[in-house]
Every structure is written in C-alpha cells, then in structure tokens.
C-alpha cells in the first residue's frame, strides 16, 4: 500500500467552473477525512466518514462543496461554481478507527487549487 | 480568538541548537495533543501525540503537555537541516473526530 492518494495534484479552474478531486484512502482504512490549507495557515477541518456515512460537516462547507464516498471507499469532494476564495490545498487522510483510543491520521499529499 | 494558537515564525537556528515549539489552546474538552511536520508541498506527517497531561520523548523529539496552563510544547534536540520543515500542532478531544491545527511554525535549521 502506498498510501493516501489524491488526484489529481494540481488544479486550475477559471471562476464559476465546477472541479472534483479524489481521494483513495489507505486500504481498509474505515475513517476519512477532507480538510483545507491556506497559505501561512494549517489545516481546517472540512468533512469526516466513517465508511460510507458522512457523519461530520464544518460550517466552512457551504452549499456549493458537497463530498461522498460511495461504498465506504474512494471518496470525491466537489465544489460548485468556483470562487477565487476557494484557492488552496485540499488534504484529504485516513485512519482506521476504533471505539476510544487514538488512531493516527495519514495524509495525501493533497489537491492544490487554483481560481483564476 | 482561535481555538488553538501558533506563532508562525519562521524560527532560524543552527544545526545542533534545541528546538522549542508551543502552541496554546483554549478548550479544555481537548484530550489528544499532535504534533505533526509538513514539508514543502507534502501533507502533514505525524510525529508524535500525548494524551492527556505530561511528557513523551521519541528519540530527539519531547513533547510536553500542560493542562492547566493549556500550553503544550515540543522540543527538538541536536536540530538537523533534516528537520526544516513546518511544525503544526493539534489537538481533539476524545469522542470527536475534527482535529483541530495551529496554524504551523516554520523552522528554519541552518548547517
């Protein structure tokens, strides 16, 4: 397994464009998360799965961003008519998840976006 | 007020110096405190977590856990150029699954 991967890694999109980006999780890994990186900031916190189900949305999702991950395994995030606003690195990672106790995350190396 | 704070920096020292890196945080629920390195156009990599109060060391790193200061650190001993990379620090707490991340700490290791 080579880890988390994301594709692809770069993305220019004119305004008002739709983009998708993809995420292939480590194998087996249950958990899924999708967060954004701004230049100079760390990252914030978008969505989570726990298999198939979405379990957790950030105010910072707005109507425009939607993600799934069918069948609990790769999972897309979509934004909708882009803004330049939306210009950052999306992270996605995974972890296998148990009840209590900590599990580390694994990242990909992400999905930078820019909206010209 | 953000959740968790984090001087940007960027930090310069000279190969062999120690490191300190803090990040404060304003919610006590947080039970799970990382520290992660982010390299150039990579994602964040886990160095290490503590849970609750205390201390943890794994070879050169230590990170350190107040509580009640709501303060946790991470040092780094005999710094190398390896180690120029940015320093985020994060934190949960135990029944959630949004962590949340500083907003990183260049480090700058100069041989």
């Known amino acids: 397994d080579t880890g988390v991967s994301q594709n692809p890694r770069h993305k220019i999109t004119k305004r008002g464009q739709n983009v998708t980006f993809r995420c292939d999780p480590i194998s087996e890994h249950n958990r899924l998360y999708w967060y954004r990186q701004t230049l100079g900031q760390g990252p914030e916190f978008l969505t989570y799965?726990?298999?198939?189900?979405?379990?957790?949305k950030s105010r910072l999702l707005s109507d425009r961003f939607s993600a799934e991950r069918p069948k609990g395994s790769f999972s897309t995030l979509e934004i909708q008519r882009t803004e330049q606003g939306d210009s950052a690195m999306y992270l996605c990672a995974s972890s296998l998840g148990r009840d209590g106790g900590f599990t580390e995350a694994f990242f990909g190396q992400g999905t930078r976006l820019t909206v010209v | 007020q953000k959740e968790v704070e984090q001087d940007p920096g960027p930090l310069s020292v000279p190969e062999g110096a120690i490191v300190s890196l803090n990040c404060t945080y304003s919610n006590s629920a947080f039970q799970y405190f990382m520290w992660y390195r982010q390299y150039s156009r990579k994602g964040p990599e886990l160095l290490m977590y503590t849970y609750s109060s205390g201390n943890k060391e794994d070879g050169r790193f230590t990170a350190q856990v107040d509580k009640s200061s709501k303060y946790i650190s991470l040092f780094i001993r005999d710094s190398q150029p390896s180690d120029s990379a940015t320093y985020l620090c994060?934190?949960?707490?135990?029944?959630?699954?949004?962590?949340?991340f500083g907003a990183g700490t260049r480090l700058f290791v100069k041989a």
């Open positions: 994060a934190m949960r707490d135990t029944g959630g699954f949004k962590t949340i």
């Open positions: 799965f726990q298999n198939e189900a979405q379990l957790e």
